[in-house]
């Protein structure tokens, strides 16, 4: 079946540092790759998301890049602040006709002041 | 409503029993999702309903799992004789259908079964 997978499970960096997400999709027909962060007890929130159709997509600090043949993509967040700590999931959208998400097993992000 | 509401927000309930979980999609969200998340750990799909199309239960862990969709709007999840590790939160997320449209959560419902 479908899979995402999601590195690395924690991630340290000092305030000011970039952070890197990495995922992985098995589903070559997946178009559509949201990335969500869920702060702590509260629920998942989408902050960027990217279509199969483009390869870079930014946003302030925070962008994300796919590499549909090799089934890859990545979260990158610039100049990172203490805020930025949350866990975050990336996801991949299932098989055609359908728009199941499959998400990643999560990043736990902490920015160090 | 103004998002996707779930209910109760709290469940504690004793092992073997029966636990109804209520999910309140957005209004006019054809799809809609059942996510489980253990402590600490990722989103687990559970089922997924799309307009009036048959639901993909692939993910439902046993046959003590059920969901249903009434209405084309309201879902409720059951879970059937309720086991410890049943415990985490369930998380329902609703979104429009057609290609790369935002899932909304919900604030999710957390479940333990003592």
């Known amino acids: 079946g479908e899979n995402v997978e999601q590195h690395p499970s924690t991630l340290s960096v000092q305030e000011g540092d970039s952070a890197v997400i990495k995922c992985t999709y098995s589903?070559?027909?997946?178009?559509?790759f949201p990335w969500y962060k869920q702060e702590l007890g509260k629920r998942p929130q989408l902050i960027i998301d990217i279509r199969s159709n483009v390869g870079e997509k930014k946003d302030q600090r925070i962008a994300v890049t796919l590499n549909k043949t090799a089934k890859h993509f990545s979260l990158h967040i610039t100049e990172t602040q203490p805020e930025d700590s949350a866990v975050y999931f990336c996801a991949a959208r299932g098989a055609s006709g359908t728009y199941k998400y499959i998400f990643g097993t999560g990043t736990r992000l902490k920015v160090l002041a | 409503g103004a998002g996707v509401s779930q209910s109760p927000s709290n469940k504690v309930t004793e092992k073997g029993k029966d636990v109804e979980l209520r999910c309140d999609p957005i209004s006019g969200h054809t799809a809609l999702y059942w996510y489980r998340q253990s402590l600490g750990q990722g989103l687990e799909f559970l089922i997924y309903?799309?307009?009036?199309?048959?639901?993909?239960k692939s993910g439902l862990p046993s046959d003590r799992f059920s969901a249903e969709r009434t209405g084309g709007s309201v879902s409720t999840l059951t879970i059937q004789r309720t086991q410890q590790e049943d415990s985490a939160v369930y998380l329902c997320?609703?979104?429009?259908?057609?290609?790369?449209?935002?899932?909304?959560f919900g604030q999710g419902t957390r479940l333990t079964v003592v």
């Open positions: 589903d070559s027909a997946s178009n559509y």
């Open positions: 997320a609703s979104s429009l259908a057609g290609q790369g449209l935002e899932a909304f």
């Open positions: 309903f799309q307009g009036n199309s048959a639901p993909d």
